[in-house]
């Protein structure tokens, strides 16, 4: 099956058990305060499972655009070194808003894996909660325990912790237990050596979730207390290139249709090949996978920008920027002409990137050059701080200074400087930050005094939908009294 066939079998799947299909929601988010990105596929419905507004359809089903860059769900160092995180990804999801519970959640997720999919059972290991005796003692999920036991042999269950089988959006808001799935794509002959249940959660590329299906029940309030929801509901979330990577029988998430494409593009335009060394792959992951995250924003509306979200984007833009500088020797913009490439791939299921096209290449591009420029200075100046250097920690004011003189990214520093096995003295860097921010603050501190009025009440036109330049009168100015040295500056 192709990424576009599995993709539809899901929906299709749902949509005969009377799931309404609904579109993903955007993967900016602009109405919540707890949350930057969409990190789920259940952030668009979270409204309904907490009461405060009532659904249409008590079950519904989609693929959704997640990213998870910031806050609770944050891959993003992973990506590009494992074959199976992702910044930006797809999550396809089934709901149920105070409708089925956790029994046809477990069995049409079964259903689905291994009738529609056929997965071989044998492949399969499921995850249960095993409780917890911390402040929110909680039961071990016995219900899901009995429902996976009528369906896969006991020692295919394996009971989890609260980190991984205790699903919760963010450090407020639903959540509830949750049962995992997870899959074995080994060889028949690792499979023999070593049993696929004690590499569950163990971060083995090839023993890997696929789907969690949560049981939603609770809500955590912003004290930290769990108070139960009005209804229980279900929220399942499959990652869809991993569900690929297994019907596809590939090794890497990267191996699949989703990608190839992209990583046969990107080995074109910057003369490399992929699946020859280890550095250079990694570098041609991270930007297949940051090429889908930045374009699939500025479709959405947020742009590269030094706050906020935008500053999120800015940085995965840079991070791909700078893989590529170093190790595929990129010295030109070269990531915007790879969005023609990802809206041929993923054009269809998500039409706002075909309509967005051309803005995206614009920002992608423009963002290129004026970080290049900075990157190619920065790198010297850094190297020949790391030189000069002694000890493994960095003088934090130095790297402080390439921030601020050069606009050298300080995560990048401290990213550069973990690749040579060095570490920032974080300390250092901060005080010398809060000290700038202590100048500037001074600086800006200017009395009314400071004002010079050479017109009073002058009258005000805005001009600009017609003409680009105009002649105007000064009406006042301000001098700018430096405090430190006590100076007229201006
Ligand atoms: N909401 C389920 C998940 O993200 O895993």
Redesign the pocket.
């Known amino acids: 099956m192709n990424s576009k066939e599995i993709r539809t079998h899901f929906l299709n799947f749902f949509k005969e058990k009377n799931h309404k299909i609904v579109p993903s929601a955007p993967m900016v988010i602009k109405d919540d305060p707890t949350l930057m990105f969409t990190?789920?596929?259940?952030n668009q419905f979270k409204e309904f499972f907490l009461g405060n507004s009532v659904s249409k359809h008590t079950r519904i089903a989609d693929t959704q655009k997640?990213l998870r860059v910031s806050g609770k769900?944050n891959d993003l160092e992973e990506v590009g070194k494992d074959t199976y995180h992702h910044t930006m990804f797809e999550?396809l999801?089934n709901w149920s808003f105070g409708d089925y519970f956790k029994k046809e959640a477990i069995e049409w997720a079964w259903e689905f894996l291994t009738e529609v999919c056929k997965i071989d059972k044998k492949s399969l290991y499921v995850s249960v909660f095993e409780g917890s005796d911390d402040e929110d003692n909680l039961e071990m999920d016995q219900e899901a325990f009995n429902l996976w036991k009528a369906i896969v042999p006991e020692d295919r269950i394996i009971l989890g912790n609260k980190k991984d089988n205790f699903?919760e959006?963010g450090d407020q808001g639903p959540c509830g237990p949750?049962s995992e799935i997870h899959v074995d794509i080994r060889s028949t002959d690792e499979k023999a050596k070593v049993s696929g249940a004690s590499l569950v959660n163990q971060d083995h590329p090839l023993v890997v979730e696929i789907w969690?299906l949560?049981f939603m029940q609770y809500n955590r309030k912003a004290n930290g207390n769990l108070e139960n929801l009005p209804a229980k509901h279900v929220?399942?979330?499959m990652g869809f290139e991993r569900l690929c990577m297994v019907l596809q029988g590939v090794k890497s998430n990267y191996d699949t249709d989703v990608f190839t494409p992209i990583i046969r593009e990107i080995e074109t335009i910057t003369n490399s090949k992929y699946g020859k060394e280890e550095e250079t792959d990694i570098a041609i992951r991270v930007i297949a996978d940051h090429i889908r995250a930045v374009s699939f924003s500025i479709a959405d509306g947020q742009l590269p920008s030094n706050t906020g979200a935008g500053y999120v984007i800015r940085r995965i833009l840079r991070r791909a920027i700078r893989y590529g500088f170093t190790f595929l020797n990129t010295k030109q913009p070269f990531m915007y002409r790879l969005v023609n490439v990802l809206t041929e791939t993923m054009g269809k299921a998500f039409p706002e990137l075909k309509e967005q096209r051309q803005l995206i290449e614009n920002v992608i591009k423009e963002e290129e050059h004026s970080f290049l420029n900075t990157l190619e200075h920065g790198l010297v100046l850094l190297d020949t701080i790391i030189k000069k250097n002694k000890g493994d920690a960095v003088d934090g004011r130095k790297a402080f200074e390439l921030y601020d003189t050069y606009g050298f990214p300080i995560d990048l520093t401290a990213l550069i400087l973990s690749e040579k096995g060095l570490s920032l003295d974080e300390e250092e860097f901060n005080s010398a930050m809060q000290e700038q921010k202590d100048r500037s603050r001074s600086a800006s501190e200017i009395s009314k005094e400071d004002w010079v009025v050479l017109i009073d009440n002058a009258e005000q036109e805005f001009v600009g939908y017609d003409v680009l330049e105009a002649n105007v009168k000064l009406v006042k100015y301000r001098k700018i009294i430096s405090k430190k040295k006590g100076s007229n500056i201006s």
Request: net charge negative.
């Open positions: 990190n789920a596929g259940m997640c769900h999550m999801g699903w959006m949750c969690n949560v929220d399942t979330g």
